[in-house]
């Protein structure tokens, strides 16, 4: 079958230590042809260490100059919309780290242009893609859990703020909801079976900032020259669904509290955690059980991939489609306006 001929468009952290390890293991089908960055020196870094033939210094300079049939966007949320409206012009295959935009403006445009132009596209929601959650979703699909009407999800650092462009509302779109928020809503969405979302209320926290604590790890922007800080530091967020479901979130990159990150889904019949899996029961005898199922752990970045390059080589539907990423960032949107309105907000 014809490998896939792919171009990376920001060459930054998640690009090098995730996205083209995780192609190495794909060289059979897909081919990294090129890879673009704004800081030109720092992609022609990533292109001498991975073997990559050519380097640029934007995406329109990769588009014109090289043979793609897909671009993979790893660059700042600011900059998805411009990158992947300028890929889905030229007729590539997109695939887009979350979140699927900065706002939810930037990703209904890019959603009219990729429709526009008829090209594949999915969104980079790696969560969805451990074997527990396969299991547990095609347990729920089977109706093993019942009906799912409440689930409960975070993820909480105390001190774990990442430096760099992720802090500047202008690169980022917000903090931690929209950075690691993102997954945990997302996760939790896909296996309560994606029910519409029509109210949210929301409120964020501003109030530990740029702290100056020592011996914590933090996720590192390879761009981390940037002082600029008005994200928020964290979030609660109840969201209803429109099938009478609700969820619960939480989202922190500073707060004192327990450092966590769960998901638990609830159904008539049964309910279940993640990391590990665990299903709350009850037997033919009436007493309730706790079943940890055995699964397989795989690398999820090497699971996306692969998954997408089956998708494009055989016509399958994407797990994470476009529509999905546009959901997600209403959610998302939805938290943001109503804690600034101070009320609940409806998201059509
Ligand atoms: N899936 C995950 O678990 C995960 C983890 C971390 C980051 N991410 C996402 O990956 C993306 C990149 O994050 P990072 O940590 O690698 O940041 P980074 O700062 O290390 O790298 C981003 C790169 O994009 C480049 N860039 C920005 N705008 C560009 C444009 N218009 N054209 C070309 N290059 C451009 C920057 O110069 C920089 O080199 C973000 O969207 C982030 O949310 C996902």
């Known amino acids: 079958m014809k490998k896939i ?15 083209l390890p995780a192609y ?4 059979d089908r897909a081919e990294i042809v090129a890879i673009a960055d704004l800081n030109r020196p720092r992609a022609q870094d990533a292109a001498d260490k991975f073997g990559i033939p050519a380097a640029f210094g934007s995406v329109e300079e990769m588009l014109a100059n090289s043979a793609l049939d897909m671009v993979d966007i790893c660059v700042w949320n600011g900059s998805h919309a411009p990158v992947a409206i300028a890929a889905a012009q030229a007729g590539k295959a997109i695939l887009c780290e979350k979140p699927m935009a ?8 890019m959603e009219r242009e990729v429709k526009k132009a008829g090209v594949p596209f999915m969104m980079a929601m790696v969560s969805r893609f451990g074997g527990e959650q396969q ?23 105390r001190r774990g703020t990442p430096l760099g462009w992720f802090t500047d509302t202008k690169k980022s779109g917000g903090g931690p909801v929209i950075d690691i928020g993102v997954h945990c809503i997302d996760r939790t969405w896909y296996l309560m079976g994606k029910p519409k979302p029509v109210r949210v209320s ?17 996720w590192i922007a390879l761009d981390r020259d940037v002082t600029a800080f008005d994200t928020e530091d964290s979030a609660a967020a109840i969201i209803h669904f429109e099938n009478g479901a609700s969820m619960l979130v939480e989202a922190s990159w500073a707060i004192n509290a327990k450092p966590d990150a769960y998901t638990q889904i609830c159904g008539t019949k049964a309910g279940a955690t993640l990391d590990p899996l665990v299903i709350y ?4 005898q009436g007493y309730l059980t706790d079943n940890q199922p055995t699964v397989a752990k795989y690398n999820g970045f090497e699971a ?12 399958k539907p994407p797990l994470a489609p476009i529509e999905d990423g546009i ?22």
């Open 304 to 315: 996306e991939l692969a998954h997408l390059i089956d998708c494009l080589q055989t016509g």
């Open 24 to 27: 190495r293991t794909l060289q």
């Open 202 to 218: 929301a409120s964020v926290s501003r109030r530990i900032g740029n702290y100056q604590t020592k011996g914590v790890s933090r």
């Open 135 to 157: 299991l547990l979703h095609d347990m729920i699909e089977a109706g093993e859990l019942g009906d799912i009407y409440y689930a409960k999800t975070a993820y909480i650092r």
């Open 5 to 19: 001929r792919i171009g990376i468009v920001g060459a930054g952290n998640i690009a090098q230590s995730a996205h």
């Open 327 to 348: 959901t997600v960032q209403r959610m998302l949107q939805g938290i943001y306006d109503s804690a600034s309105l101070g009320r609940e907000v409806c998201l059509d």
């Open 102 to 109: 900065d706002c939810l403006e930037h990703a209904l445009q």
């Open 281 to 284: 029961g009850e037997n033919e």
